[in-house]
């Protein structure tokens, strides 16, 4: 009986062994899909000469426009009545004439940008000689 009982048990260990082990999992892959994004977006930072920075982001296929001055953001929708580029809500506006930008708070007329670009020279000009 002892001889026997030994080998049983080396048995029954083994078999315990081998009959816990499962396999490995599987590893898991999640892909997210990102939907494209078509919107037609430009985004510029301007300057003025007091060291002021705005930054506009225009939204041309949502027409809107996202102003950012002074830690603050400002949602703007695309004024088709105004000159050039013109975008406004109840309290702001902001419009980009010929260079000329500006955003302004409309119920007490004051300006919170302004600034007024340079016109690009352009090279010296050519005269033909005859």
């Not at 030994?6 to 899909?33: D, Q, R």
């Not at 510029?44 to 920075?53: A, I, P, Q, R």
């Amino acid at each position: 009986m002892k001889k026997l009982l030994l080998p049983v048990l080396f048995g029954l260990t083994i078999i315990s062994l081998t009959a816990c082990k499962h396999p490995g999992k599987e590893t898991e892959t999640i892909t997210a899909v990102v939907p494209e994004n078509t919107d037609d977006i430009s985004k510029e930072v301007y300057m003025d000469s007091y060291g002021e920075k705005i930054e506009v982001t225009i939204n041309n296929t949502k027409n809107t426009a996202t102003i950012h001055l002074n830690g603050k953001t400002f949602d703007l929708k695309k004024s088709d009545a105004l000159p050039e580029y013109t975008a406004s809500n109840e309290e702001y506006q902001y419009s980009d004439i010929k260079g000329n930008i500006t955003f302004l708070k409309k119920n007490v007329d004051m300006v919170l940008f302004h600034l007024k670009q340079a016109k690009k020279e352009s090279g010296p000009a050519k005269m033909a000689s005859y």
